[in-house]
């Protein structure tokens, strides 16, 4: 069964900054999907067990943005 889980990334701006994202979140172990729309802000994951905040959040980071949980 899926879990979505959601956050509020800011400071993306372009399809570059969804695609750094989504390649980030994507490394998580259990991630199944990942939806970013910069126009929003939104980070949608789909994951077969609970996700961390604390290793989305640090993703996120990677990829150059801060996020919250929504």
Do not use: F, N
């Not at 750094?20 to 789909?46: F, M, N, P, Y």
């Not at 905040?53 to 801060?66: H, I, K, P, Q, R």
């Amino acid at each position: 069964m899926t879990q979505t889980t959601e956050y509020t990334v800011t400071g993306m701006t372009c399809g570059h900054c969804e695609s750094a994202v989504r390649t980030e979140v994507s490394k998580i172990a259990g991630v199944e999907t990942v939806a970013v729309d910069a126009a929003s802000g939104s980070l949608v994951i789909g994951s077969t067990a609970p996700l961390s905040d604390v290793d989305v959040l640090a993703a996120v980071d990677e990829a150059g943005y801060e996020a919250a949980r929504a």
